[in-house]
T-cell receptor, first 116, second 110 residues
């Protein structure tokens, strides 16, 4: 099946620093990528929808200035957590929708962010 | 928006038995229903999906059924194995977004 690569898998940072997470579709083009946040033993919460070449669409309650999303190419989207605080610690997962198969969404392996 | 409910939250079965996980959705406009398996510390993996114009789909030990009238769909795993132990999520695609159920932790006891 299609592969979505997400890096880094784990990051520990100090409070106040910014962290960038990359999401790449390795063998397909993705006009749309999604960013989710998952709390322990909980479901996936959609944060934003990232469209190639345009601004991301954020879900209600998600701060766009806090979570910067860039989707500069058909195979790469990035999420930057700016001025991270301990409450931003979470598991962040990206997914990409295959341009050739609009209904199928493939997930990255996730990034565990720990803010000290 | 769409609301997806999933039951049970935990399910424990003996190896070789069947497991059934059920989901309901609220918006009849939802037209695609994937199921994902998530192992600890990893991202969800698509295991099977069904579109709204199909009532049932099977892939080896895994099957999914969809009842559009009742707005519910189910995952069936037969001859369960310990490696099936994971958290399973159902989802419904509504226009451009996917809405996820709350997850079912499946434990297959050897």
């Amino acid at each position: 099946g299609a592969v979505v690569s997400q890096h880094p898998s784990r990051v520990i940072c100090k409070s106040g620093t910014s962290v960038k997470i990359e999401c790449r579709s390795l063998d397909f083009q993705a006009t749309t990528m999604f960013w989710y946040r998952q709390f322990p033993k909980k479901s996936l919460m959609l944060m934003a929808t990232s469209n190639e070449g345009s601004k991301a669409t954020y879900e209600q309650g998600v701060e766009k200035d806090k979570f910067l999303i860039n989707h500069a190419s058909l195979t790469l989207s990035t999420l930057t957590v700016t001025s991270a605080h301990p409450e931003d610690s979470s598991f962040y997962i990206c997914s990409a929708r295959d341009r050739a198969g609009p209904n199928i969404q493939y997930f990255g392996a996730g990034t565990r962010l720990s803010v000290l | 928006g769409e609301n997806v409910e999933q039951h049970p939250s935990t399910l424990s079965v003996q190896e070789g038995d069947s497991a059934v996980i059920k989901c309901t959705y609220s918006d009849s406009a939802s037209n695609y229903f994937p199921w994902y398996k998530q192992e600890l510390g990893k991202g969800p993996q698509l295991i099977i999906d069904i579109r709204s114009n199909v009532g049932e789909k099977k892939d080896q030990r895994i099957a999914v059924t969809l009842n559009k009238t009742a707005k519910h769909f189910s995952l069936h795993i037969t001859e369960t194995q310990p490696e099936d132990s994971a958290v399973y999520f159902c989802a419904a695609k509504n226009f451009n977004k996917f809405y996820f159920g709350s997850g079912t932790k499946l434990n297959v006891k050897p």
